[in-house]
């Protein structure tokens, strides 16, 4: 099982090798300021080398060079900088710039930025210039069609649309606005979210470390503003070869130019594949694919996903699917579980740029979907779908790694229901609509999966990693950073129909980073790291070693059981050792719930109230409260406060605020 075999994810997975090439003659004006390289907005020796390593160096705009303006830093949900990594962005109207200085050999660039939508929803497309050392200019069209969702679950594409759901409860006027004399207004745009977009580009040829790359927007560009987030930065070998003995899709008729649709001719190299046991080749080009493609018993392989792009409408069909579905689009497919799913299917190198710009749950619109057995998919870039990777199980025996996901309407990676002895590991997952990882035990358990050295960044809505149920399942050596709304950077959560926890639950040495957000209908703060009882007892094992919780906006752990059901539920046998908090702007540890922990080596500083909240079941009985926490010794450190885990506060004393004042933490720095 995994949870009891080493992994060993070397430094060098996933790295692109250094690739050949000269750079453009310095300009002779005063030396670039130094490059400051980051991982999820902070120093990278402070996030001690977890997360994904794809070979990219990111670096933030409001670190670089700008007549621009900084925006931020802000937690506040729905703004151009809360969505930022790092939570703050540079703005740029027409006629300004923002330069970065390369801080190795480069000849690819990956833009995140935002520009507005159009009036009326929809988006607009907007230049921006790019050049190297003031030469060589090249044009990106950027655009704000995939971004810009407003208001309630599941969203819309109108900025000016009311409610969508008034018969729910709405914080915004504390009713119900259809059972409400009179008649609530809310303004418009009602929450807008899902600013964010990237773009990639490939430059002329290799430039060195030190040379200065300028994004400039012209003097007569229609976007009023062009918020640059971050600038990622690498050297992209050459194209792969053909395998030996492949079939190339273009001997079936696909079409590299993109002009006409070539699913058919893959659908013909695949069953071709399947008959002589070849490897299907996808060589450089965009290939326009506009529907599924079911896989199985085959392997798929691309030049690079930096050279072979699969690419395809959003398609309305004629009637609704079997499934739901009212479009369909580009995607690799496995058999539906229910026919026994698909196996031995391997995806490799390739990119899949989708069309997706509003969330409607029932469309399989997704990168890669369906069942897989005895499977990988690795060196995907994955592009404006629903979801990057949704798998219906039951399955078992699949890896997914080195992939890079960004820009979806909802979640990144889902194992939904019964997928077990898995591997999600080396991803790196940016600006989700939903879950950024999330292994979801709906009817079935997952069990005995590992998810391991990723990166996830800026998921608008939910949990950068999620639990939803399952059996001995670990989570090590991920990097969370910047959950924006009703989310954590990791949830363990009994919730959405999921079968109890079981077994051991392991959450290892992963590094979470200005995570905690504002729960929209609770009004409060979350944890970096939320345990929530909804509709099971929390009980397995569950341990939680050696992570580090940075910048918290709020508490470093949260464990809660929603109001309805805190006398039946409970949160029991979770373990903290080896924790260390850096920055709370409340409380280390949020107990609203009836329960027990277990603290040893947990140490804290820069704290911004009691190092314990602990409301229990909000009964306040004169026994104290209905958590319970123990100290097994070494638990240090502290805030303004005093020692975060006072004897006084031991075993439950009742140490309540519900809504403790936020007191914004430093930076989080090197620890001695």
Known sequence: MHRKRQLTLAVAVGLLAVAGGTGTARAAAAPAPAPVVTKAGIDPSLVRGRGANLGFAEQNAFNATTDGTVIGPDTTPYTLASEATGRKAVSLTPGQYVDFTLPADTNAITVRYSIPDAPGGGGITAPLDVTVNGHRRQTM???????????EYPFSNDPNAGPLNPDWWTTECSCVPDQTTPAPVFPTPFRPSHFYDEQRLLLDHTYRAGDVIRLAVPAGSPAATTTIDVLDTQNVPAPLRRPDHSLDVRDFGADPTGATDSADAFDAAVAAAQRTGRTVWVPPGTYQVNRHIIVDHVTIQGAGNW???????QVTLPTPAPDGSVHTGVGFYGKDASAGGSHDVHLRDFAIEGDVRERIDTDQVNGVGGAFSDSSVSGLYIHHTKVGIWLDGPMKNLSITNNQIADQIADGINFHGGVTDSLIANNFVRNTGDD????????AADANDLVAHNTVQTPVLANGIALYGGSDLTVAGNLVADPIREGSAIQLGTRFGAVPFAGTISVADNTTVRAGTFELNWKIGLGAIWLYALEHSLDANVQVTGDDFLDN???????VSDWSVKDQYSITNVHFSDIRVDGTGTDVVSARAAGNATFQNVVARNVGAVGVNNCGSFHFTPAGSEFSLTDLGGNTGGGTTGPWLGSWELPNTITCDDRPTVVAPPAPGPWQ
């Open 141 to 151: 069209t950027l655009t704000s069609q995939y971004a810009w969702l407003y208001n």
């Open 436 to 443: 950024g990882i999330a292994l979801w035990s709906a009817p």
């Open 553 to 559: 906006t709020y508490d470093a752990i949260m464990m």
């Open 307 to 313: 050279y072979t792009v699969i690419k395809g409408h």
